[in-house]
């Protein structure tokens, strides 16, 4: 049922979400140049790796990601249309609406036994962890809210995320931490 509601919702709502994407592309190639878009391998469900693809919000290189955030990709974080290109995954099956989110698979091997249960589950555009502090919080409540929403994942909670989401992007709570960064580095 999951999986059918992930379909639906994101093919229901393409008249909307497509333009935007499309516009948020040109603003980006308009704004910061080449490339458009950014890939980063992503553990997924069960851990097997897949390619993330998002709109781009660094200048590429080398560098602390406070120095390397252009002025547009600070603007397509706080509203998180960044995230848009994600909805193709859903479509693909490789993510879903709500879960935790997928984060760089150099992590994997960092995880405690009880962290990888995060796995379990696809990964989503938007989580528990995302609607209770987004970046502002530390790895520890991060994993554990994505763990508390492993066990007791329901098509209601989904849509609960669903609603909070639209209120935590549209206010930008916790995009960033207080110095610039979307999140430090797990396990350093």
Do not use: C
Request: a positive charge.
């Amino acid at each position: 049922m999951k999986r059918v509601f992930d379909i639906a919702v994101v093919l229901l709502a393409a008249p909307f979400w497509l333009p935007v994407a499309l516009l948020t592309a040109l603003a980006v190639l308009l704004a910061d140049g080449r490339p458009v878009l950014f890939s980063q391998m992503r553990a997924g469900l069960q851990g097997k790796p897949f390619r993330l693809v998002k709109f781009r919000t660094m200048k590429p290189g080398d560098g602390a990601d406070a120095e390397r955030l252009t002025r547009m990709g600070r603007l397509l974080r706080a509203s998180s249309l960044d995230e848009l290109p994600e909805l193709f995954h859903v479509l693909s099956g490789r993510m879903s609406l709500v879960g935790p989110r997928p984060l760089p698979i150099r992590y994997l091997p960092r995880y405690t036994a009880e962290q990888m249960r995060r796995h379990d589950v696809r990964p989503g555009i938007t989580g528990w962890a995302q609607v209770h502090g987004r970046n502002d919080t530390t790895w520890e409540e991060r994993f554990a809210r994505d763990l508390w929403y492993v066990e007791h994942a329901s098509f209601w909670l989904d849509v609960k995320i669903l609603f909070m989401t639209v209120s935590t992007v549209l206010t930008a709570r916790g995009v960033d931490k207080s110095d610039g960064i979307t999140m430090e580095e797990f396990g350093r």
